[in-house]
């Protein structure tokens, strides 16, 4: 069965201090694995699409990488209006075309 | 580009009357579009997946005589939720997803508060 597990659940983080979101998964055959950020109150923002391992995405502060078992969000000196829940999804290339969504970190990053 | 624009942001109604949401893909045409229902620190629950054109297709334990969804066009969806009671008070948020995309792009969501 596919599944994605988020960690940590949650993060505290002073602005500048930086860290990795962790996101596992195991999927028949990986279509493509997806980061968003979610604020409160909001539907989720599209951030990057991996498609396969060894991949490299970057953003501003944000470069997400993947293995054949992870992605990480790599968040380098934050500052407070990074501060948001982050989701990871995959979609697997079998079965019905439906993506698969993890719980999320929700991060907090202090000035 | 990929902008997905849904109505109402927030909505208020009276328990036992039907409310519609609306989920358009502004610039793109959105060959399937996704319904999500998120209650609080709690990550998306999959209502339904919707081909335009097609019967929706709801997942195990979700209603469809009450959560009526119509996918119309190739940028409209909506979502009716019919005869509200208060347990159907929540976050809605609606997805689409492009012929020429694997990522899908999300609404700004509705918060449904029944009364």
């Known amino acids: 069965e596919d599944q994605v597990t988020q960690s940590p659940e949650a993060l505290r983080l002073q602005e500048g201090e930086s860290s990795s979101l962790n996101c596992s998964y195991t999927v028949s055959g990986l279509r493509g694995l997806f980061w968003y950020r979610q604020d409160p109150g909001k539907g989720p923002e599209f951030l990057f699409t991996l498609y396969s391992a060894g991949e490299e995405k970057e953003k501003e502060r944000l470069k997400a990488t993947l293995t054949k078992k992870e992605s990480f969000l790599h968040i380098t000196a934050p500052k407070p209006e990074d501060s948001a829940t982050y989701l990871c999804a995959v979609l697997s290339v079998s079965g019905t075309y439906k993506y698969i969504f993890g719980t999320g970190t929700r991060l907090k990053v202090l000035a | 580009g990929a902008v997905v624009s849904q109505h109402p942001s927030r909505v208020i109604c009276k328990s036992g009357t039907s409310v519609k949401i609306e989920c358009r893909s502004l610039d793109f045409q959105a060959t399937t579009m996704f319904w999500y229902r998120q209650f609080p620190k709690q990550s998306l629950m999959l209502m339904a997946t919707?081909?335009?054109?097609?019967?929706?297709?709801?997942e195990q334990g979700v209603e469809k005589d009450k959560f009526l969804i119509n996918h119309a066009s190739l940028t409209l969806s909506t979502l009716t939720v019919t005869s509200a009671h208060p347990e159907d008070s929540s976050f809605y948020i609606c997805?689409?997803?492009?012929?020429?995309?694997?990522?899908?792009?999300f609404g700004q969501g509705t918060r449904l508060t029944v009364v």
């Open positions: 919707s081909n335009e054109g097609s019967k929706a297709t709801y």
């Open positions: 997805s689409a997803r492009g012929v020429m995309n694997t990522e899908a792009f």
